[in-house]
C-alpha cells in the first residue's frame, strides 16, 4: 500500500512563495500520473495541477502562471512550486494519483496565506 506524505507548507504573506513536496513510499510513483490537490475550509477537494508520468504537466486556471508542478521519479516525489499566493490559496494541499486509481490519502500540509 502506497503511502503519501506531504510537506512544506506553511504561514506566508500575500505574494510569498511556497515550494510543497510529496514523497510515496515504494518505487511505483513513476508509473502514475500524479496531481496535487487542496481543500479550502467547507469545500470540495479540488485539483490544482496534475502531471503525466512523462512530465506533462496541465493547471486548472486558479493555478495557471503561479503554480509550477514537477516530480523527481529517482526520489518518488512530486513538487508544486507555488508563486504570487493569494488569500484564496489558503487550504490543506494533498498529492494523489491523477487518474482512475487512487491512493489512501495522506495527512496534506496546510497552507495559510495571511498578512
Known amino acids: 500500500q502506497v503511502e503519501l506524505v506531504e510537506s512544506g507548507g506553511g504561514l506566508v504573506q500575500p505574494g510569498g512563495s511556497l515550494r510543497l513536496s510529496c514523497a510515496a513510499s515504494g518505487s511505483i510513483l513513476r508509473f502514475y500520473n500524479m496531481g496535487w490537490y487542496r481543500q479550502a475550509p467547507g469545500k470540495e477537494r479540488e485539483l490544482v495541477a496534475g502531471?503525466?508520468?512523462?512530465?506533462?504537466?496541465t493547471y486548472v486556471d486558479s493555478g495557471k502562471g503561479r503554480f509550477t508542478i514537477s516530480r523527481d521519479n529517482a526520489r518518488n516525489t512530486v513538487y508544486l512550486q507555488m508563486r504570487s499566493l493569494k488569500f484564496e490559496d489558503t487550504a490543506v494541499y494533498y498529492c494523489n494519483t491523477h487518474g482512475a486509481t487512487i491512493w489512501p490519502w495522506g495527512q496534506g500540509t496546510q497552507v495559510t496565506v495571511s498578512s
Open positions: 502531471i503525466t508520468s512523462g512530465g506533462m504537466a
